[in-house]
């Protein structure tokens, strides 16, 4: 069964500080991983887009990286703002007729000052 | 603009009243798709539709139905509305199904069944 798992489920941070999320699937055949942020009560908007051949990707202070062969992905967001306060969802398309999305639950982020 | 729209953002209804939420997108996409999201369960998909009069159910399309006569409309109905659709709605929409193409979500749909 393809299962996206996202650690830790919520996490606190100060404000200007670094942070890790994490991403483990058994998604197969992989197409590719997405991270969205979903701000509470909107709906998501995509961070980044990777391919089974790309190792990292960044979109601004979000950057996000792929090992394909343990099958984890990471978003690290540098220099904490306030805004980033929202869920972080990693989402994996599977290489099948109709390329079905598996989103994981997402972790929950507070930034505080 | 390039977006996803959904109307209503927040509906209160009674069991049974049947109801239908508008899903439109104005960037000329093939693809759409509902999802339901719950607490402690993520985005599940209810529906999608692939292109023009093309639908197929997600994992979990129990009590749902869909229509896709245009390409830019996919509204959700929900003939006989329980409690257990409680729920927050997504509708989105991307190019194409498959590769590494954008999806874009609307707003979302905040329904409650009394």
């Known amino acids: 069964k393809n299962q996206v798992e996202q650690s830790p489920q919520s996490l606190i941070i100060l404000e200007g500080k670094n942070c890790t999320l994490q991403c483990n699937y058994t998604v197969s055949p992989f197409s590719n991983l997405r991270w969205y942020k979903q701000d509470t009560g909107r709906g998501p908007v995509s961070l980044t887009i990777?391919?089974?051949?790309?190792n990292t990707k960044s979109n601004g202070r979000y950057t996000a990286t792929l090992d394909a062969d343990t099958k984890q992905s990471s978003l690290h967001i540098t220099a904490s703002q306030l805004s980033d306060s929202a869920s972080y969802i990693c989402v994996v398309s599977a290489k099948t007729a109709g390329n079905k999305l598996t989103f994981g639950g997402g972790t929950r982020v507070l930034v505080k000052p | 603009e390039a977006q996803v729209t959904q109307n209503p953002r927040y509906l209160i209804t009674v069991t049974g009243k049947k109801l239908t939420v508008t899903c439109s997108q104005n960037?000329?996409?093939?693809?759409m798709s509902w999802y339901r999201q719950d607490p402690g369960l993520g985005l599940r998909q209810i529906y999608y539709s692939m292109n023009v009069e093309v639908t197929d159910k997600g994992d979990v399309p129990e009590g749902y139905k869909v229509s896709r006569k245009e390409k830019r409309n996919f509204p959700l109905i929900l003939e006989s509305p329980s409690p257990n659709q409680t729920s927050l709605y997504f509708c989105?929409?991307?190019?194409?199904?498959?590769?590494?193409?954008?999806?874009?979500f609307g707003p979302g749909t905040r329904l409650t069944v009394t």
């Open positions: 989105a929409s991307s190019l194409v199904q498959g590769g590494s193409y954008e999806q874009y």
């Open positions: 960037m000329n996409h093939e693809y």
């Open positions: 990777m391919t089974f051949s790309e």
